[in-house]
């Protein structure tokens, strides 16, 4: 009879202690599961690949080429190159635009293949990313580096897909 007792405390506990652990499952399970619901929205391609490099990619471009340099004119020779803040947080919102053109480059039925052209458009967002880190720390230099690497990446793939 004690025995009896005994067994039947020990099968309570064990139901008990499985119990929390099925409590324990679903809760995880639920947590797992909600951000599946709140998928990322759809998106929606709109512009051309012709309309994405003329209007982000090749104005972005244009702001990183021109934001460091030498100028020559009536007046002598002048350094340029971002001063304030704002400047130079201007410079990486251009560069951050030229990564995000790529991404764009990459979205709904813009790749023309799965191989080069996924390729040609990552090594251009490294180039752009290389542009961005520079504007963040400021160096003049790392900006003139990044703008000859990304101009050969630009050549690149319209070499590779016949730009006319
Ligand atoms: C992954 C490939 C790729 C990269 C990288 C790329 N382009 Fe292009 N670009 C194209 C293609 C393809 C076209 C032709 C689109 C068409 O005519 O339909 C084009 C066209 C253009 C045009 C002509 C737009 C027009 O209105 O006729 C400009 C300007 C341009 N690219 C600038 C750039 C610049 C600047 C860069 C680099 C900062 C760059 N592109 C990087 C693929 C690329």
Redesign the pocket.
């Known amino acids: 009879m004690r025995s009896t007792v005994y067994w039947l405390f020990v099968v309570s506990v064990a139901l008990f202690i499985s119990g929390i652990g099925f409590v324990i499952a679903a809760a995880r399970t639920s947590r797992q599961a909600a951000p599946a619901e709140a998928e990322a929205p759809a998106t929606v391609p709109v512009a ?4 994405i ?2 209007g982000m ?2 104005p ?2 244009t702001a990183i080429y021109g934001a460091v340099g030498t100028v020559m004119n009536a007046q002598g020779v002048t350094e340029i190159a971002p001063e304030t803040d704002e400047e130079w947080a201007a410079l990486a919102a251009q560069a951050a635009t ?1 990564v995000e053109s ?1 991404n764009l ?1 990459l979205m709904g039925d813009r790749p ?1 293949d799965r191989g080069d ?1 996924v390729t ?2 990552q090594s ?1 967002m490294a180039a752009g990313q290389m542009a961005l880190k520079a504007a963040q720390s400021r160096s003049t230099d790392g900006i003139l580096e990044a703008g000859d690497v ?2 050969q ?2 050549d ?3 070499e590779r ?1 016949q ?2």
């Open positions: 051309t690949v012709k309309q490099m003329a990619t090749q972005a471009a030229l790529g480059l023309i052209w040609m458009t251009f990304i101009n990446s630009c690149t793939c319209h897909y730009r006319q």
